[in-house]
């Protein structure tokens, strides 16, 4: 393996550890090297706290070794002042001699900004290992600066006959069709995401809490569309232990943590959604369901990724899936669950 491909890809599995906490930043991962060894590494704290870069210079225990090293580093260092510092500046001031970035920031007060500031310093710099890696990596953060919208996930179980649900049953909960080792994962998404949207007859059917519960992680923020707001209050996803999002047709004044949004809904409501969550700085949201909603931002060509659970158990009739007319991309078995995953080139 490329030396410089070796030590890109630690900084990816460094990356990994601060999704779901760092936003609205990047969670980047670095690494510093001389002469052939890891001599410093890191990756982005929770927002406001420092950056990758700045962790990473702060576990080297000889300074003096930083101006015959590499850094490397998933995205561009930032070269503006937010919560704190600039990180290209952090590497000229410590005279760091070689950096190797994944790829550039998108970001307008980045965008080659810092590149230029450190080539300025003396600095070499190589750009572009494992870049389609990295822009994956950070694909809820690149989805906002260049779109304007949350990064889109879209999440169903179906049963072996093409069903999300029974269409009767007798219990106010979900029927699983996914097993306990799927649930657990569907739980670590959400405490990667930033939202998580449902629908008004999957909150009726269900009551469900849309929350994390066999993770550890952040409870993502709860977006519920209720057209004529007839969820009663008394529902799990009004308990005040998450920031609540209702989208609604009806005019009502929002509460400390219940925001009420007004759309259109004779008109693109996908659209619509995913600007009101812009406006909320959502990075990214995971819907997962019903089928009625999962449809409506399918048929809106508004998703980028979509992750299917295929599950052993078969109803007589009920719910009918989402279509999606997408290449797969890869799949995966989790014990008698198929798990497929499909994006939105």
Known sequence: MNFEVKYMARCLELAKNGIGTTRPNPSVGAVIVHDGK???????????????????????????????????????????????????????????????????????????????????????????????????????????QNKQRPYIILKWAQTENGFIAPNEKELQEPVWISNEYSKQLVHKWRSEEHAILVGTNTVTADNPKLNVRSWTGINPVRV????????????????????????????????????????????????????????????????????????????????????VFSGPASFDNGIVAPVLKANLHSEEKIKNNTLRYFFND
């Open 38 to 144: 890891i001599i410093g590494e890191g990756y982005t704290t929770p927002y406001g706290g420092p950056h990758a870069e700045v962790i990473a210079v702060g576990s080297v225990k000889d300074e003096t070794l930083l101006q015959h090293s590499t850094m490397y580093v998933t995205l561009e260092p930032c070269s503006h002042h937010g919560k704190t510092p600039p990180c290209a500046d952090l590497i000229v001031r410590k005279k760091i001699a070689n950096v190797v970035i994944g790829t550039v920031d998108t970001n307008d007060l980045v965008a080659g900004e810092g590149i230029k500031r450190l080539k300025k310093a003396g600095c070499n710099v190589h750009v572009g290992v494992l870049e389609k890696e990295c822009k994956k990596h950070h694909k809820r953060f690149f989805t906002v």
């Open 224 to 307: 519920i569309i209720d057209r004529t707001l007839k969820l009663s209050n008394e529902l799990d996803v009004f308990d005040d232990s998450a920031k609540t999002i209702v989208i609604t047709e009806e005019d009502k004044v929002s509460t400390d943590n219940i925001a009420f949004e007004k759309i259109d809904f004779s008109k693109n409501v996908a659209s619509q959604i995913s600007n009101v969550l812009h406006q909320h700085r959502i990075q990214s949201v995971i819907i997962e369901g019903g089928t009625q909603t999962l449809q409506t931002f399918i048929d809106e060509n508004l998703w980028d990724e979509a992750r």
